[in-house]
């Protein structure tokens, strides 16, 4: 297993997730409800913006391995996982928002996993739906960890909004990942005995 920065940041964002999910079982009266939530915002936006931060290192210093491609993956969906977990927990997520973000990552990780093993792997390439879905849940979750006006502005509002645009283009982008593999799908189903 290679060692360098990016994938200590790697390995830095997935420890953080304890430290997310712990504030959340502090006793009460430790730790005031809004410093919890907003601590608990800032280290997952610091995570968050570690999942960045690595994949350019890695590209910008040559230190990409397969090791790392897939350490990053999984980080970033223990991370979001974690987090919708805690906020379905709180009441500040929809138990149907939840269950069509992390059944997607579980579809999509399975996928490229079985896609991989049948050297069919460039079918379901990271595709900027994906991003995109990416960049609505990486804003939306801090707002709904945070869930309380900053400057004026509605941040558990925008969160919410943010998570439903997430979900929708959760479905989206598995439908356009399905449909990319599905002529790979359909060739190893018809060729076995």
Not at 135 to 143: H, K, N, R, T
Not at 153 to 179: E, H, N
Not at 186 to 191: E, G, Q, V
Request: proline fraction near 6%; glycine fraction near 6%.
């Amino acid at each position: 297993m290679p060692i360098n920065l990016p994938i200590a940041l790697t390995w830095l964002r997935i420890a953080m997730i304890p430290l997310v999910v712990g504030l959340f079982y502090v006793p009460h009266g430790w730790l005031a409800l809004p410093v919890r939530d907003a601590v608990a915002a800032l280290a997952f936006i610091v995570a968050a913006l570690t999942d960045w931060f690595d994949g350019f290192l890695a590209r910008r210093w040559n230190q990409t391995s397969s090791f790392g491609a897939f350490l990053d993956p999984v980080a970033d969906k223990l991370m979001v996982c974690a987090a919708l977990l805690i906020l379905l927990d709180l009441g500040r997520v929809d138990s149907f928002i939840a269950l069509i973000i992390i059944g997607r990552e579980i579809t999509i990780s399975a996928l490229r996993e079985w896609m991989a093993k049948i050297g069919a792997s460039g079918s379901v390439a990271v595709h900027r739906l994906g991003k995109f879905k990416t960049a609505a849940q990486m804003v939306a979750i801090p707002c709904l960890l945070f869930w309380q006006p900053l400057y004026g502005i509605p941040v558990q509002w925008v969160g919410q909004v943010l998570i439903v645009i997430a979900a929708i283009l959760t479905v989206w982008s598995m439908c356009y990942y399905l449909r990319r593999a599905w002529p790979e799908i359909r060739n190893k189903s018809d060729r076995s005995p």
